[in-house]
């Protein structure tokens, strides 16, 4: 059987600009991607509007492409995303068998659930849900099976406010992956090296020197004993 997706790389579909003036301010694109068989076509809204939360970042690549290569188990997993922007990470853990929560903040939710829309068929486990860090995650419950999160580490203001809400969300058997592009100016590498460790049991599961890309697995540091 032929490949569904012989080319991994992002194909831009159709681009729609809307004008003010003389100049677009806001134009999406539709691009294509293959993981595990799943040809995705996934919607980014450019403008000022979304900002970061508009496109899909390298990170988020790099983590689909980790769960292929590794065959991650998603089959009856509780899963929560967090920062997902468009969704992709979400959506591809849906499509794997994953019962899952894609979390942003209001602003981008009607581009994750366009996306959610575009390619989960209906009946597919994936919700979407205003998440905001070190507020509302008690609204959610503390027993995720996996917390994925692609390329939110990189204002440090919201570090603490991201590690009390992993804290909340990870259930005591659950594993959180992180993919990352390690901004030295971000003070991103002090978050994975000094602040998560505090909480978690932190591995590196995968560097892609390329992209200046890591991918950290981390779990609930065991109780120390009485």
């Known amino acids: 059987m032929a490949d569904p997706c012989p080319d991994r790389e992002s194909e831009p579909e159709s681009v729609f600009p809307r004008e003010v003036g003389l100049f677009a301010d ?10 595990c068989g799943h040809v995705l076509s996934i919607t980014q809204n450019f403008g000022s509007r979304l900002g970061v939360a508009a496109r899909v970042w390298d990170a988020a690549l790099s983590l689909c492409n980790y769960f292929e ?25 849906a499509l794997q068998g994953g019962d899952v929560t894609i979390t942003d903040l209001p602003v981008a939710l009607e581009q994750i659930q366009g996306n959610v829309q575009a390619n989960v068929p209906a009946g597919g486990r994936a919700q979407v849900c205003a998440l905001s860090w070190g ?23 919201t570090f603490p406010l991201l590690l009390g809400t992993l804290q909340h969300l990870c259930g005591p058997h659950g594993t959180v992956y992180l993919a990352s592009k390690m901004r030295e100016e971000h003070g991103t590498e002090s978050f994975f090296q000094h602040l998560l460790p ?3 049991q932190l591995e590196l599961a995968q ?8 991918i950290y697995r981390a779990r609930h540091r065991e109780p120390r004993p009485a």
């Open 198 to 200: 505090q909480h978690f």
């Open 135 to 157: 507020i509302d995650q008690h609204v959610f419950p503390g027993d995720y099976d996996l917390v994925l999160g692609a390329d939110i580490v990189y204002l440090e203001p």
């Open 69 to 93: 290569s590794q065959n991650v188990d998603f089959r009856g997993k509780k899963v929560i995303e967090l920062g997902a922007g468009t969704g992709i990470v979400g959506i591809l853990a």
């Open 26 to 35: 806001f134009y999406s694109e539709k691009s294509r991607f293959c993981f």
């Open 207 to 214: 560097r892609d020197e390329d992209e200046n890309v890591n």
